[in-house]
T-cell receptor, first 111, second 114 residues
Framework: ELKVEQNPLFLSMQEGKNYTIYCNYS?????LYWYRQDPGKSLESLFV?????AVKQEGRLMASLDTKARLSTLHITAAVHDLSATYFC???????????FGAGTILRVKS | GAGVSQSPSNKVTEKGKDVELRCDPI?????LYWYRQRLGQGLEFLIY????????KSGLPSDRFSAERTGESVSTLTIQRTQQEDSAVYLC????????????FGPGTRLLVL
């Protein structure tokens, strides 16, 4: 059974600081996704990582995938308040039709 | 264009009652997914429809849960004899390709069972 673990589950950081959210998964997959969810809202797709070594960047967020380590990271550079949200990683099961989600990381950026 | 829509947006019901949740996918999207999100947790897969193929029901937590889809259109998720642990946000997503990476999520239905 595929398990996806995120850490930390809660992150409070100051504006301007850098931090990394980690996503580990338990079985082979080379398809990993990051989503953002604002309170009371649905999920917004941030990054789709489809191969080992994939790196994608959008603004102050950068995501990478290491399929050998079964690890993805979401790096936040010079955080701003607008980044406050819950961030989920999800893994696409091999030969499956569904995504398995991590528990989410609640990010709060303080001014 | 119009995204995935769900109704109702909020539902409060009493334990033991049946509820029906509706999802309208994006036009032309052949694949449709239902997920459940309990408070403070990630999404749990419930069921997947793809065209006329038999649905993947592997995520349904009990026989109280069922879902139907009419062709490539509307889907309804039915929960019979609701229990308090069914309280959650139920999210629907649709995909044109049937690939998880192409999913677009709806706003969800927030279900509270008293």
């Amino acid at each position: 059974e595929l398990k996806v673990e995120q850490n930390p589950l809660f992150l409070s950081m100051q504006e301007g600081k850098n931090y990394t959210i980690y996503c580990n998964y338990s079985t082979t997959s080379d398809r990993l996704y990051w989503y953002r969810q604002d309170p009371g809202k649905s999920l917004e797709s941030l990054f789709v990582l489809l191969s080992n070594g994939a790196v994608k960047q959008e603004g102050r967020l950068m995501a990478s995938l290491d399929t050998k380590a079964r690890l993805s990271t979401l790096h936040i550079t010079a955080a701003v308040h607008d980044l406050s949200a819950t961030y989920f990683c999800a893994v696409d099961m091999e030969y499956g039709n569904k995504l398995v989600f991590g528990a989410g990381t609640i990010l709060r950026v303080k001014s | 264009g119009a995204g995935v829509s769900q109704s109702p947006s909020n539902k409060v019901t009493e334990k033991g009652k049946d509820v029906e949740l509706r999802c309208d996918p994006i036009s032309g999207h052949t694949a449709l997914y239902w997920y459940r999100q309990r408070l403070g947790q990630g999404l749990e897969f419930l069921i997947y429809f793809q065209g006329n193929s038999a649905p993947d029901k592997s995520g349904l937590p009990s026989d109280r849960f069922s879902a139907e889809r009419t062709g490539e259109s509307v889907s309804t998720l039915t929960i019979q004899r609701t229990q308090q642990e069914d309280s959650a946000v139920y999210l629907c997503a649709s995909s044109r390709t049937g690939l998880p990476r192409d999913q677009y999520f709806g706003p969800g239905t927030r279900l509270l069972v008293l």
